[in-house]
């Protein structure tokens, strides 16, 4: 008992948030799209070999 509450909510939740459609702001999302592919938000730093983390790679070398 008492599931019936807790359905209709949840049920209610659903249906909003399948029917919301909120404006949709096309100059921000062009300002981002044009960010991507400026290469702006690119992470330049150097990284580790994956090689070096990579413990199959050092049981075939005969490293173990």
Same mark, same amino acid.
């Given at each position: 008992? &008492? !599931?019936?509450?807790?359905? $209709? +909510?949840?049920?209610?939740? $659903? !249906?909003? %948030?399948?029917?919301?459609?909120?404006?949709?702001?096309?100059? $921000? %999302? @062009?300002? @981002? %799209?044009?960010? @991507?592919?400026?290469?702006?938000?690119?992470?330049?730093?150097?990284?580790?070999? @994956?090689?070096?983390?990579?413990?199959?790679? +050092?049981?075939? $070398? &005969?490293? !173990?």
């Amino acid at each position: 008992m &008492g !599931r019936g509450r807790a359905k $209709a +909510k949840q049920t209610k939740v $659903a !249906r909003q %948030l399948k029917y919301y459609t909120p404006d949709t702001d096309l100059s $921000a %999302l @062009e300002r @981002e %799209l044009h960010r @991507e592919s400026s290469g702006a938000d690119r992470d330049d730093t150097p990284r580790p070999d @994956e090689d070096d983390y990579d413990e199959y790679g +050092k049981w075939a $070398a &005969g490293e !173990r």
